[in-house]
Nanobody
């Protein structure tokens, strides 16, 4: 069982930045592709960004391209989401996820493990 713990959420004004972290409790972190998802009130959870096991390949939802950046530190078993130029519509709970197969590429679905989420609120 892999445990994921997100941190770094909070309240920020529009145009500001946040960096989310996802700490993973596994010694085999390199075996997992990682992703970030978000869920706003009344909406379904949706894909935000993903990174391959090596960190060399990334994928982003159109709504965050050019503003968000996903990267990972395999020596620390941690995945990050740098969020810049935040907008009120980015307000949501952000979840980290790990996928144990097809890890050579970033993935938008079929993740095996999920964190509990961290709240991001962007005020106008």
């Amino acid at each position: 069982q892999v445990q994921l713990v997100e941190s770094g959420g909070g309240l920020v004004q529009a145009g500001g930045s946040l960096r989310l972290s996802c700490a993973t409790s596994t010694r085999t972190f390199r075996r997992y592709a990682m992703g970030w998802f978000c869920q706003a009130p009344g909406k379904e959870r949706e894909f935000v960004a993903a990174v391959s096991w090596s960190g060399e390949m990334t994928d982003y939802a159109d709504s965050v391209k050019g503003r968000f950046s996903i990267f990972r530190d395999n020596t620390k078993s941690t995945t990050y989401l740098q969020m810049n130029s935040l907008k009120p519509e980015d307000t949501a709970v952000y979840y980290c996820a790990a996928r144990s197969w097809g890890t050579d590429i970033p993935a938008r679905s079929h993740y095996d493990y999920w964190g509990q989420g961290t709240q991001v609120t962007v005020s106008s």
